[in-house]
């Protein structure tokens, strides 16, 4: 049995301990951007039906800079191949709940998809955060759902 979401899914107030700092990333084609992600958004989105854990899923977001840019004709939308120099560390997130994660925001990739009117290129960044638990209060664990077996 996997992992069981709800469809009620809680957005939670929370706070961080740390920040990634810029990262930067040497575009295939000349440009360099440097961006900082960041936690954007927790929810608490169900339970694991085996431990009755609470399931977490971080948004993350990111600001933006051009260091250097390059104007082309270009084709979109486009997977760019990047050089990234940097990464962010592990960020601690206090839940208003009372759990405790680690939360570590990191670029999986990064596609052109337009130009602005000036020319510039315009991209989409995809940041996946990876997630490790560090506290769950008592209280939150829901008793695991039990297996009913059928005999014949």
């Excluded at 700092?21 to 958004?41: F, S």
């Excluded at 560090?134 to 059928?150: G, R, S, V």
């Amino acid at each position: 049995m996997g992992i069981v979401l709800s469809i009620e899914t809680e957005i939670m107030s929370f706070e961080v301990e740390g920040e990634c700092d810029w990262i930067t990333a040497e575009l295939e084609d000349g440009t360099v951007l440097a961006i900082k992600p960041y936690i954007g958004q927790i929810a608490r989105v169900g339970y694991d039906p085996n431990t009755g854990v609470p399931i977490y899923a971080v948004g993350t977001g990111f600001q933006l800079r051009y260091i250097s840019v390059q104007k082309r004709n270009y084709v979109f939308p486009e997977l760019v191949k990047a050089k990234i120099s940097g990464e962010c560390p592990w960020i601690n997130v206090k839940i208003d709940d009372g759990s405790i994660l680690k939360v570590k925001p990191n670029i999986v990739s990064i596609v052109r998809i337009g130009v602005d009117p000036a020319g510039v290129p315009q991209y989409m960044i995809q940041i996946q955060a990876a997630i490790q638990v560090q506290k769950i209060p008592k209280e939150l664990i829901k008793k695991p759902a039990h297996k009913t077996m059928m005999h014949t």
